[in-house]
């Protein structure tokens, strides 16, 4: 397992109308368990999975519900959220077409505040959630909906149940099919030279916590 | 949406600055129930950065007549009771003022279409239409003016401000001047002429190395997501108080830097670099070997003067300039040590400018060859670093919202409550204003300070290099003695600040006089307009300036709270930016408060690491390591068993 040649860190979104769904997603995919009551984490912005993609690969996702309390609630994302993700999954409420409808908005505010760093949009997955609850007329043509992800960008589409886990890990390795497809071009426009401050252990820091004393 | 918002919390903080940020983070880590909310649509206040077409509406705002949108507000005064008081807040921030906007990009009119596609995303951005009445830089101030309801105007939604900041007109002949004198309010001014342009050669650097982009008007528009521009300059000290407390607080996972590539001097005219680590210092070209013995025996001292006070006691209490000049350095080392790394103004004492010196010499290393790192997108980030630790803790986040007034029970002399805009009532235990929200009563005895600010956009650095992707800080000496130095940040577009082939240049000083008044001899002798450049036969030929701005900033920074008038002991007040370099005041105000608001209460501490709790994709048990400290709130307040808002209010 530790001996995997290859890992990839990737952040990924998972947006979409109040209620379709987005946190039972993330818990059924993350947590392996589904819940119609469950409680709000408060503490963790992100849940991480783990993916031994092949056997040189391991994959590992942070998935940012963006129903985080407090901000998300009332339209005031911050660029924290949005910064850096590779890619998205959008959901939407089968037995709700209101929530299809918002689809676009979503995709559209998305690719407003989000770019890959050669510009191009990120990959985004369309989800038609609680497909368990009885088929809704807008999924009975399969042709259509390929039809509206053609024309609005989206990767792919998957119908899914958080709660019969329906189609979850389908979906997520499709979105990180075309992730890991579009690394190989954006490697050449990674920046070096980042810095990222962290936490490091004191006994990393000897020489300069004596110049610092 | 207004209805779903609680109305009972500890905290109630008014601003979404830096230091107010880091107070709503370290409240809601330690436990408390935190509303954060800011009247404008953005985060930071004074703190925030903007894309291009982000810091026009900006502009736009600081110009609008304080009464305007106040429609929609609610009357407070009936929802004040008998035995309680209220304190007003300000309507409108005016920490903001002399703005001038000058544009010497080409306004080429060669792909419209996408202009047009522009326009209507941003109608702020008239501006980008077409060329415009020709001047030379001796006549800057000779705006024209236009009236902005006339029917000529390119784009049918002009703002509407009095016509103070300026829609460029698509033919001049057409142009109604309202009036050439625009006093200290908001002007745009116009001085390339396109069709000029469209026929000059491009300019060959003399070291024959690739042409000198052209840059045009509608280029910075269309890009103009590229750019994060800070209303605020400032970066962080390696070894600081901010960088201590991202790294000490985890903060700093939301958060990545660039370090500060290159110390700059302005010396007789030529920008030079300063060799600042031991490496550079023996790999300089520019100094002699004697030189470089001096520097390097100097520079070894201050790191520990205060084991030889023998060395420097008889200058205690005389200026650090004096100092350096009975040392054995040449001229050319004292300008460097003086100004570029103590950065001290020429009074500054010997203690402070060894203690200064010392600092800077600390902070090498820890992160690359200078001391300084600077935040990717821009200094603006930072706060909405602390505000997402907040909402991650439960913090409530209202934007776009605006508080009325201040309910102070009689009696008991404390704050009880706020009052909204629309009217509600939300109660809180202790309350976080920030300066700027303050109403001119409350702060009729207080004495504020001014910055003066100027943003350029440019199209090459101020010191070519082999690399052009260069962070430099630069500080320009007083021209005479008793004026302020100016501090000149430069970020390249690898910073995410500014588009490919342009140079963002940040100029900050304490003011003086307006911001253009104090940095315009600054920016001359730096750069040259673009329209000039034929002219300019310089060698190396100076940078050329594309598009500048100039304000001045409110520095509320040295206000003592009892100045404040009749404020309840339990309403805390957070300043402004202050004029500094780094961000030390802002974080020292913020720890201050909490400590007096929580005393012994733990200051952001760490949280517990996400990263260490992992559910692995093979392992079927869900516990990890680290999650014994997670901690799970008992609510059932997510977004699945609640129905808080409707789907629009997602989307701005």
């Not at chain 2, 880091?22 to 009247?39: K, N």
């Not at chain 2, 080429?108 to 008239?126: C, F, H, M, R, W």
């Not at chain 2, 907040?390 to 404390?414: M, N, P, T, W």
């Not at chain 2, 036969?537 to 940078?543: A, N, Q, T, V």
């Given at each position: 397992?530790?001996?995997?040649?290859?890992?990839?860190?990737?952040?990924?979104?998972?947006?979409?109308?109040?209620?379709?769904?987005?946190?039972?997603?993330?818990?059924?995919?993350?947590?392996?368990?589904?819940?119609?009551?469950?409680?709000?984490?408060?503490?963790?912005?992100?849940?991480?999975?783990?993916?031994?993609?092949?056997?040189?690969?391991?994959?590992?996702?942070?998935?940012?519900?963006?129903?985080?309390?407090?901000?998300?609630?009332?339209?005031?994302?911050?660029?924290?959220?949005?910064?850096?993700?590779?890619?998205?999954?959008?959901?939407?409420?089968?037995?709700?077409?209101?929530?299809?409808?918002?689809?676009?908005?979503?995709?559209?505010?998305?690719?407003?505040?989000?770019?890959?760093?050669?510009?191009?949009?990120?990959?985004?997955?369309?989800?038609?959630?609680?497909?368990?609850?009885?088929?809704?007329?807008?999924?009975?043509?399969?042709?259509?909906?390929?039809?509206?992800?053609?024309?609005?960008?989206?990767?792919?589409?998957?119908?899914?149940?958080?709660?019969?886990?329906?189609?979850?890990?389908?979906?997520?390795?499709?979105?990180?099919?075309?992730?890991?497809?579009?690394?190989?071009?954006?490697?050449?426009?990674?920046?070096?030279?980042?810095?990222?401050?962290?936490?490091?252990?004191?006994?990393?820091?000897?020489?300069?916590?004596?110049?610092?004393? | 949406?207004?209805?779903?918002?609680?109305?009972?919390?500890?905290?109630?903080?008014?601003?979404?600055?830096?230091?107010?940020?880091?107070?709503?983070?370290?409240?809601?880590?330690?436990?408390?129930?935190?509303?954060?909310?800011?009247?404008?649509?953005?985060?930071?206040?004074?703190?925030?950065?903007?894309?291009?077409?982000?810091?026009l509406?900006?502009l736009k705002?600081c110009e609008?007549?304080?009464?305007?949108?106040?429609?929609?507000?609610?009357?407070?005064?009936?929802?004040?009771?008998?035995?309680?008081?209220?304190?007003?807040?300000?309507?409108?921030?005016?920490?903001i003022q002399h703005v001038e906007v000058f544009c010497y990009a080409?306004k080429?009119?060669?792909?419209?279409?996408?202009?047009?596609?522009?326009?209507?995303?941003?109608?702020?951005?008239?501006a980008?239409?077409?060329l415009t009445k020709p001047l030379d830089s001796a006549c800057l101030s000779e705006e024209t003016h236009s009236d902005s309801?006339?029917?000529?105007?390119?784009?049918?939604?002009?703002?509407?401000h009095d016509g103070e900041i300026l829609p460029e007109v698509?033919?001049r002949?057409?142009t109604q001047v309202k009036e050439t004198d625009c006093g200290e309010k908001t002007c745009i001014h116009t001085v390339s002429d396109g069709?000029k342009?469209?026929?000059?050669?491009?300019?060959?650097?003399?070291?024959?190395?690739?042409?000198?982009?052209?840059?045009?008007y509608?280029?910075?528009?269309?890009?103009?997501?590229?750019?994060?521009?800070?209303?605020?300059?400032?970066?962080?000290?390696?070894?600081?108080?901010?960088?201590?407390?991202?790294?000490?607080?985890?903060?700093?996972?939301?958060?990545?830097?660039?370090?500060?590539?290159?110390?700059?001097?302005?010396?007789?005219?030529?920008?030079?670099?300063?060799?600042?680590?031991?490496?550079?210092?023996?790999?300089?070209?520019?100094?002699?070997?004697?030189?470089?013995?001096?520097?390097?025996?100097?520079?070894?001292?201050?790191?520990?003067?205060?084991?030889?006070?023998?060395?420097?006691?008889?200058?205690?209490?005389?200026?650090?300039?004096?100092?350096?000049?009975?040392?054995?350095?040449?001229?050319?080392?004292?300008?460097?040590?003086?100004?570029?790394?103590?950065?001290?103004?020429?009074?500054?004492?010997?203690?402070?400018?060894?203690?200064?010196?010392?600092?800077?010499?600390?902070?090498?290393?820890?992160?690359?060859?200078?001391?300084?790192?600077?935040?990717?997108?821009?200094?603006?980030?930072?706060?909405?670093?602390?505000?997402?630790?907040?909402?991650?803790?439960?913090?409530?986040?209202?934007?776009?919202?605006?508080?009325?007034?201040?309910?102070?029970?009689?009696?008991?002399?404390?704050?009880?409550?706020?009052?909204?805009?629309?009217?509600?009532?939300?109660?809180?235990?202790?309350?976080?204003?920030?300066?700027?929200?303050?109403?001119?009563?409350?702060?009729?005895?207080?004495?504020?300070?001014q910055?003066s600010r100027a943003v350029l956009i440019?199209?090459?650095?101020?010191?070519?290099?082999?690399?052009?992707?260069?962070?430099?800080?630069?500080?320009?000496?007083?021209a005479?003695?008793?004026?302020?130095?100016v501090?000149?940040?430069?970020?390249?577009?690898?910073?995410?600040?500014?588009?490919?082939?342009?140079?963002?240049?940040?100029l900050?000083c304490?003011s003086a006089s307006t911001a253009r008044e104090d940095l315009e001899p600054v920016v001359q002798k730096l750069f040259t307009p673009y329209a000039e450049?034929?002219i300019d036969?310089?060698?190396?030929?100076?940078?050329r300036l594309l598009w500048a701005l100039y304000f001045n900033?409110?520095?509320?920074?040295?206000?003592?709270?009892?100045?404040?008038?009749?404020?309840?002991?339990?309403?805390?007040?957070?300043?402004?930016?202050?004029?500094?370099?780094?961000?030390?005041?802002?974080?020292?105000?913020?720890?201050?408060?909490?400590?007096?608001?929580?005393?012994?209460?733990?200051?952001?501490?760490?949280?517990?690491?996400?990263?260490?709790?992992?559910?692995?994709?093979?392992?079927?048990?869900?516990?990890?390591?680290?999650?014994?400290?997670?901690?799970?709130?008992?609510?059932?307040?997510?977004?699945?068993?609640?129905?808080?808002?409707?789907?629009?209010?997602?989307?701005?």
């Open positions: 397992m530790q001996a995997a040649n290859k890992e990839h860190l990737y952040k990924l979104l998972v947006i979409g109308d109040l209620g379709v769904g987005k946190t039972s997603i993330i818990k059924r995919y993350v947590h392996q368990n589904f819940s119609s009551h469950y409680r709000a984490t408060i503490g963790v912005d992100f849940a991480l999975k783990v993916l031994h993609w092949d056997p040189d690969t391991v994959v590992r996702l942070q998935l940012w519900d963006i129903a985080v309390i407090g901000q998300e609630r009332f339209g005031n994302m911050t660029r924290v959220y949005y910064r850096e993700a590779m890619g998205a999954f959008i959901v939407f409420d089968v037995t709700r077409p209101a929530t299809f409808e918002a689809v676009t908005k979503w995709k559209n505010d998305l690719d407003s505040k989000l770019s890959l760093p050669n510009g191009k949009p990120v990959s985004v997955v369309l989800l038609a959630n609680k497909c368990d609850q009885g088929q809704d007329v807008l999924l009975n043509n399969g042709l259509k909906m390929d039809q509206f992800c053609k024309e609005h960008g989206f990767v792919g589409w998957f119908e899914t149940s958080a709660k019969e886990n329906i189609n979850i890990d389908e979906a997520s390795r499709c979105l990180v099919k075309h992730i890991l497809a579009n690394e190989c071009e954006l490697m050449e426009s990674i920046e070096p030279d980042i810095v990222k401050p962290h936490l490091t252990p004191p006994r990393a820091l000897s020489c300069s916590s004596c110049a610092k004393s | 949406m207004a209805d779903s918002l609680p109305t009972e919390f500890d905290v109630i903080i008014i601003g979404t600055g830096l230091p107010e940020s880091i107070l709503a983070a370290a409240c809601s880590r330690s436990g408390q129930r935190v509303l954060h909310v800011d009247s404008r649509s953005y985060y930071g206040g004074n703190w925030a950065s903007f894309t291009f077409s982000g810091l509406s900006w705002e609008q007549d304080s009464e305007a949108g106040d429609k929609s507000t609610v009357a407070w005064q009936n929802l004040i009771q008998d035995t309680e008081e209220a304190i007003a807040l300000r309507r409108k921030d005016d920490s080409s080429d009119t060669g792909d419209s279409a996408e202009e047009i596609d522009v326009l209507q995303k941003n109608p702020s951005l008239v980008s239409s077409t309801t006339s029917p000529e105007m390119p784009a049918k939604d002009t703002p509407q698509t033919d002949e057409e069709a342009d469209e026929n000059k050669p491009v300019v060959e650097d003399n070291s024959g190395q690739p042409k000198r982009n052209r840059i045009t509608s280029q910075i528009v269309k890009e103009g997501r590229r750019f994060n521009i800070d209303l605020v300059s400032k970066l962080l000290y390696s070894q600081g108080s901010l960088i201590d407390l991202l790294i000490k607080s985890n903060v700093s996972r939301y958060a990545e830097f660039k370090n500060v590539t290159r110390i700059l001097a302005f010396r007789e005219g030529k920008v030079e670099q300063v060799p600042c680590s031991r490496a550079d210092v023996f790999n300089s070209k520019e100094l002699t070997m004697v030189e470089k013995r001096m520097l390097m025996k100097f520079l070894t001292f201050c790191l520990d003067y205060e084991q030889h006070p023998g060395e420097y006691q008889d200058f205690t209490q005389r200026p650090f300039s004096e100092y350096l000049k009975t040392q054995k350095l040449t001229p050319n080392l004292q300008h460097f040590i003086l100004h570029s790394i103590a950065m001290t103004e020429p009074s500054c004492l010997t203690v402070d400018g060894l203690k200064a010196t010392k600092h800077f010499l600390q902070c090498l290393g820890r992160y690359g060859n200078t001391p300084f790192l600077f935040p990717l997108y821009g200094q603006g980030e930072i706060p909405q670093c602390f505000c997402r630790m907040c909402a991650v803790f439960g913090g409530i986040y209202c934007l776009r919202h605006r508080v009325q007034c201040l309910v102070v029970d009689k009696e008991s002399g404390r704050c009880e409550a706020v009052i909204d805009h629309f009217g509600q009532r939300i109660s809180a235990k202790f309350f976080i204003v920030e300066d700027s929200y303050l109403s001119e009563d409350t702060c009729a005895g207080v004495q504020y300070g910055i440019t199209d090459q650095s101020v010191l070519k290099a082999d690399s052009d992707q260069q962070i430099s800080m630069l500080t320009v000496p007083p005479e003695p008793g004026a302020r130095a501090r000149v940040a430069e970020l390249c577009s690898s910073t995410m600040t500014c588009m490919k082939d342009t140079y963002l240049v940040h900050t304490s450049t034929e036969e310089g060698d190396p030929p100076k940078p900033m409110r520095d509320s920074s040295g206000v003592s709270r009892s100045s404040y008038h009749g404020l309840p002991s339990n309403v805390y007040v957070c300043s402004g930016p202050d004029c500094g370099l780094g961000n030390e005041h802002a974080v020292k105000l913020a720890e201050t408060l909490f400590q007096q608001i929580f005393p012994g209460e733990d200051f952001c501490p760490p949280p517990p690491n996400p990263e260490d709790i992992i559910f692995d994709g093979d392992d079927k048990q869900p516990e990890a390591p680290g999650t014994n400290t997670l901690i799970v709130a008992k609510l059932e307040a997510s977004e699945g068993s609640q129905n808080l808002d409707s789907p629009g209010q997602h989307l701005q």
